[in-house]
């Protein structure tokens, strides 16, 4: 079985904020992150698939089709966008770097079951270079 | 749901390869430029991924000022601007980066209750690193 991993960058903006808390306690968990007004992050997705290689292709996926489904399915919803504003599941949840690795995993999941072979087995984000959080579809 | 929390720390620390078990000719075949008498140095990066449930009210895993207070406290102010052979968990123990990055999962395992510690990783330049786990 082998790994690959495709990596792709975006932009976005957001802030953290629980809806059931005051702005006092806000303030105390998140920090600087609750300023409403928002800031912003140049975010790395890092998709991991596994699978054999093709025997004729050598390819565990075709990355050109891996890069397309990345681009459709997270890029085109999350780049130059506010997350909590703009994103439908962070309309509740917050938009932490946890709950993204989650969500990309969800929007990924789908289509590249869809894919001959290779399964999707990990989801990286990147909120700076020092940051990041992992999803493997645990319960 | 569980998902990973990743961070990474910057030290630097001087060390030099060296094990009394091995003449100064071995030592000098198997550590090469690393055996140099006087030592040398590197800046790590120490990654320190934890595991465990997304808090539904937080939607984090865990509180990263207390992964910072926790790291800083236990490997960052021991080992940063240090001489890793001087430290008492190199007395016995050459501080190849494989050891050291045994050391620091070893420093970090238990100082987190409220999350599982998943691995930890040891870049000693940027081309090389190493990887410790609860395996072992």
């Given at each position: 079985m082998i790994e690959l991993t495709r990596r792709a960058t975006?932009?976005?903006s957001h802030y953290y904020w629980n809806d059931d808390w005051s702005a006092e306690q806000n303030e105390s968990v998140f920090g600087r992150c609750a300023n409403r007004n928002g800031h912003g992050h140049n975010y790395t997705l890092e998709v991991t698939v596994a699978g054999e290689p093709d025997a004729v292709t050598g390819f565990v996926v075709d990355?050109?089709?891996l890069k397309d489904v990345m681009e459709r399915e997270v890029l085109s919803a999350y780049d130059h966008r506010h997350l909590n504003l703009e994103v439908p599941?962070?309309?509740?949840?917050?938009?932490t770097t946890e709950n993204l690795a989650i969500a990309a995993w969800k929007r990924l999941q789908p289509a590249l079951a869809a894919a001959r072979g290779a399964q999707l087995r990990k989801v990286r984000i990147y909120e700076t270079p020092e940051i990041f959080a992992e999803y493997r579809g645990e319960a | 749901m569980k998902a990973g929390f990743g961070r990474r720390y910057m030290l630097s620390a001087s060390?030099?390869?060296h094990t009394d078990a091995l003449s100064d000719e071995a030592n000098r075949a198997a550590y090469g430029k690393c055996n140099n008498p006087h030592g040398h140095g590197h800046n790590y990066v120490v990654e320190v991924l934890v595991g465990g449930e997304v808090s539904p009210a937080t939607g984090m895993v865990i509180d990263m000022a207390v992964l910072d207070r926790t790291v800083q406290r236990l490997v960052v102010e021991r080992f940063d601007h240090r001489n890793l052979n001087l430290d008492p968990l190199f007395a016995e123990r050459v501080p190849t980066t494989e050891n050291f990055c045994r050391a620091v999962f070893g420093l970090l395992r238990g100082a987190l209750p409220a999350?599982?510690?998943q691995h930890v990783r040891v870049e000693e330049t940027e081309n090389n690193f190493f990887e410790c786990d609860s395996a072992g």
């Open positions: 975006f932009s976005a990355l050109k089709w599941e962070f309309s509740k949840a917050i938009p | 060390h030099r390869l999350v599982e510690l």
